[in-house]
Every structure is written in C-alpha cells, then in structure tokens.
C-alpha cells in the first residue's frame, strides 16, 4: 500500500511540476503579448519581421498609454561563435546563441536576472544611425557608435572563464573572417534556458550588422501591457486591424501555456496509466490481507454475532479496518513520495542538460495530496467491501460447533 501510493505520488507529481513551472516562467517574463510574423510559431520562431523596429514603434504608438513597453528581439536561427581575446586564456571557440534587443525598452520584460555586473551601460541602439550600417560595410576599424558591450549567460561564462570587464571576440562564422571584440558587461541567469546552454545578449543593430542584416529583422515584438489593460481585447485589436493582420500573429501568454500544455497532457496520461496500475495491485493485495485475516477470526466474528452483534456492526468493522490499514499506507508512503518527488527531480535536473533552469520536473501540490487522500480512501473501502460482506455470511452454528 505505501509503495502504492508513493509512486501515485510521485507519477501524479510530474505533471504538476512541469504544470506549475511552465506557468510560473510564462508569468515571470512579464510578457502579455507575444507578437510574431504570419506563418512564424511563438515557440519555434523561423520567419523574422522585416524593417522590425519600425513596426514595434508602430504598435507602440497605436497602444499608447495601455502599453507599458513594447520591446522588439531579434534571435538568429544559426549561432554566432566567440573566443577570448587573445592572450587572455583559452582561444578555441564556442558557439552561443545571440539575442538582439533595446535595453531602454524592455521595462519589466526579463524571465532572467543579472548574477554579476550590469544589464548594459547603454540604454539606447546607438549604432543604427552609424553610417556604416546605414551603408553596409563591414569595416570593425570604423565603427563610430559600437557600444562594444554584451551580457552573457553563466554557462558561457563558466565555459569560457569570463567575468565582467574580460574581453572576448564575436563573429558570424567560425573562422573568424570578420570579428569584433566586446567586453563583458554582466553575466545572467535565464529561467528558461538549460543549465548548458550558451546565449548572449547583444545590442540589437550591433547583432543585425554582425549578421549583416541591414533589413532591420526582428524575430519577434513583446508587448508588457499597463494595469488593468485587457490582453483578449487588446490581441483581437491588434489582429483585425487592417494594417497589422496581414503581417503579425499575436499570442496572449495563455496561449503559450495552453499550447505547452498539450504536452503536458501526454506526460500526465502516462503517469496516470503508471498509477492506476499500483492502486489495482494495492486494492488486490489489500483485498487478500483482508480475506485471510477474515478467515482467521472467523470463531471470533462467530461468538460477536451470537451475542447479539448485527450483520451491519460486523460489515463497518471489517471495512473500518481497510481502511485504517489503507490510511496507514498512506502515510508511510507519502512520506516514501515526497522524498521520491526530491530525488527524481535532483536526478533529472542535473543528468539532463537541456531542463531550464527555472523548470521543475516534478512538484507536490494541494492537489497532488488530494488526489492521492481520495486514492487512499477508495482503495480501503472498496478493498474491504468483499472480505467485509464475507465476514457477515458466516455461518453461526456451525462456527460455534467447530469451537
């Protein structure tokens, strides 16, 4: 019974992990609004805006005042590789995924937080207005308003031995052809990235002209709403207006927990299937206890009738009994559970590189625990219905006789 119900625990507590988790990431983004060109998925982005910026700029003065911020984030589909300097350690090359964005627009959009030095020094994209990239030649030697900067990840950093005011060299291709040295103004923590998993943030315009794109490619637009602003009536505002709807599709951070959550429902369905299997094993185990235990004090039941016990006292007893033997199972094996649900975790986390951080496999809730109370419950009293009806046919006579 307890090892019942400690794995119904633990199977019961994968969906609500990866349930309570996704959610709490969605929300801590602090993204109401997920824009995306036609044809793009908000999960799997493969189309980019084009002339991006302007489009955000746009979308922010059609809002006005019921948008917070409106921040537009570029994010290549190939990586980018970077070194250290040379002659500061290690010259070989990692690739690392770059992000594009505005610092100044981002507001409260984050879903990651800064462990050493600052989220950039410069607030603002400089380097658009540079006449090299207005005119397209990639010519490091003249770059008149590179900021020079980038935010990096801790797995980069710790791959790479960086720290904040270290230089390293970014480039578009592994060899290097064409590279730019950057100083690390600070290191983060995404919650949804891997603990493996290597990223950077870059200014935007910096990161397009690495690229050398000079279309202004944006991958997509997220928009952080003001208090009190409606997020369905804001989406449909957006999409049937005549300008946008051709170009944009936009996603409310419900839909992306909802779509996440189909996923989910095929990890739940396996673990139910999983459960359902012990609690059938538990109700025949328990079942078979009950019936031997019956048949053992069968002179017992025998003289408590004969003194006047009814058919019915007799009946709640037995099923009484299931059901504290049940009730006992249970708390042995939510305790079993519970150091399970802590060990599966640990073990998924740090055996599994591409988990995020801010993820968590499994997690016991309130519904968890009840779910698994009824569970209990009903495995006592339908496995003590049977030895229970058994123990009132017994045969008084011929009980007494045998005695």
């Known amino acids: 019974m307890a090892l019942s119900i400690a794995l119904t ?9 990866l349930r309570t988790s996704t959610d709490d990431l969605v929300q801590s983004t602090g993204v109401d609004l997920f824009i995306v ?27 006005g005042p019921d948008a917070d911020t409106v921040t537009p984030r570029f994010t290549p589909s190939r990586q980018l590789y970077v070194r250290t300097a040379e002659g500061n350690g290690d010259a070989r090359s990692l690739g690392a995924q770059g992000n594009g964005v505005i610092p100044d627009t981002l507001g409260d959009i984050s879903g990651f937080s800064i462990v050493e030095g600052k989220y950039f020094t410069r607030g603002d994209d400089p380097f658009r207005d540079d006449p090299s990239f207005r005119a397209g030649i990639y010519d490091p030697a003249v ?11 801790r797995a980069l950093a710790d791959e790479m031995g960086l720290k904040v005011g270290d230089q390293l060299v970014l480039s578009s291709s592994q060899s290097f052809v064409e590279s730019v040295t950057l100083s690390v103004a600070g290191v983060y923590v995404a919650d949804f990235e891997g603990t493996e998993f290597r990223s950077f943030h870059l200014s935007l315009s910096e990161l397009q002209y690495m690229l050398q794109r000079f279309d202004d490619p944006v ?5 952080d709403l003001a208090e009190g602003v409606d997020t369905d009536d804001t989406r449909e505002r957006l999409e049937n207006d005549f300008e946008y709807s051709p170009r944009l599709t936009v996603s409310t951070d419900r839909d992306i927990y909802n779509t996440l959550g189909s996923l989910f429902d095929t990890f739940e369905g396996f673990a139910t299937l999983i459960a ?22 069968t002179r017992e039941i025998g003289a408590l009738r004969a003194i006047g016990f009814s058919r019915s006292s007799i009946f709640k007893q037995v099923l009484i009994e299931g059901i504290i033997i049940s009730l006992v199972g249970f708390a042995l094996g939510l305790m079993m559970g519970f150091l399970d649900v802590w060990a599966l975790d640990e073990y998924l986390r740090r055996t599994i590189t591409g988990i995020p951080e801010g993820i968590h496999v499994t997690e016991i809730t309130g519904m968890v625990i009840m779910e698994v109370t009824l569970v209990a419950l009903v495995i006592g009293a339908v496995a003590g219905l049977l030895p229970a009806y058994w123990a009132t046919r017994i045969d008084i006579a011929k009980t007494l006789r045998q005695e």
């Open 37 to 63: 060109p036609k044809g793009s998925d908000y999960l799997f982005f493969n189309v980019d805006f084009i002339q991006g910026t302007d489009l955000a700029r746009d979308i922010a003065d059609d809002l």
């Open 9 to 17: 625990v633990t199977m019961l507590s994968i969906g609500e992990g």
């Open 219 to 223: 991958t997509e637009i997220l928009v």
């Open 276 to 297: 359902l299997i012990t609690i059938v094993v538990a109700l025949l185990f328990i079942s078979t206890v009950m019936i031997i235990s019956v048949k053992e004090r």
């Open 143 to 153: 770059f008149a308003n590179f900021t020079g900067e980038i935010v990096i990840n």
